[in-house]
């Protein structure tokens, strides 16, 4: 299985409203990203989790709040967002640590489309 | 700190043709990875090559071929018969081979095959 699924495929939320965004792999990779994807730019990296273990946060704020309950799973909770994080949010996985290995590539899920109103 | 540049935003072919997507790097890194990436319209982001830094020889998968010159850090990708589902934004990526999960994406470029 090299799929990574994420749900739900599109998102519509008030500026008020709390809401999570779902990741799931099932490859036994244990690194697992957040990006977010505005439209004809490339994604940005916000999150990385490398054995559970955030490891990367790139200055994102903090209504953003990512959480991975295991090695398979990764959530994003959103709270009071603004109309500016309206984006196309993608999850990704990989294998990690230093070995190399086949690249380390990652792996894409097809995507939240968030719209905030 | 690493950066990738796509210095293409559009580009268009007509089908069965071959086209040439142009990428180069800084990096002062010795080991690293380079991928190239392909996202349709429906938006899942696919990979499509990857090339060690470390191997000579040219990564080839199918259609899909690459020109890796590292010591002009250049990193090109050639589709050979492009055809319809070849219509996508393709991303040039870098990775540290060591270390740092962060993947540096260029700007990418928007390909189009004409009927």
């Known amino acids: 299985d090299t799929e990574v699924t994420q749900t739900p495929k599109h998102l519509v939320m008030g500026m008020t409203n709390k809401k999570s965004l779902k990741c799931e792999q099932h490859m036994g990779h244990r690194a697992m990203y957040w990006y977010k994807q505005k439209a004809k730019k490339p994604p940005e990296l916000m999150f990385v989790?490398?054995?559970?273990?955030?490891?990367i946060n790139e200055s994102v704020p903090s209504r953003f709040s990512p959480e991975c309950p295991n090695s398979s799973l990764l959530n994003l909770h959103l709270h009071a967002l603004q109309p500016e994080d309206s984006a196309l949010y993608l999850c990704?996985?990989?294998?990690?640590?230093?070995?190399?290995?086949?690249?380390?590539?990652?792996?894409f899920g097809p995507g939240t489309r968030l719209t905030v109103l | 700190a690493q950066t990738v540049t796509q210095s293409q935003p559009e580009m268009s072919v007509q089908e069965a043709e071959t086209v040439t997507l142009s990428c180069t790097y800084d990096?002062?890194?010795?080991?690293?990875?380079l991928f190239w990436y392909k996202q349709p319209p429906s938006r899942q982001m696919i990979l499509v090559i990857r090339?060690?830094?470390?191997?000579?020889q040219n990564a080839t998968e199918n259609r899909f071929s690459v020109n890796f010159q590292k010591a002009a850090k250049s990193f090109s990708l050639k589709i050979s018969d492009s055809q319809l589902g070849d219509t996508a934004m393709y991303f040039c990526?870098?990775?540290?081979?060591?270390?740092?999960?962060?993947?540096?994406f260029g700007t990418g470029t928007r390909l189009t095959i004409i009927p």
């Open positions: 990526a870098f990775l540290p081979n060591f270390g740092n999960e962060k993947l540096t």
């Open positions: 990096t002062s890194e010795s080991n690293y990875y």
């Open positions: 989790y490398s054995y559970e273990k955030l490891s």
């Open positions: 990704a996985s990989s294998q990690a640590g230093t070995s190399g290995g086949p690249g380390n590539e990652q792996f």
């Open positions: 090339q060690e830094a470390y191997k000579q």
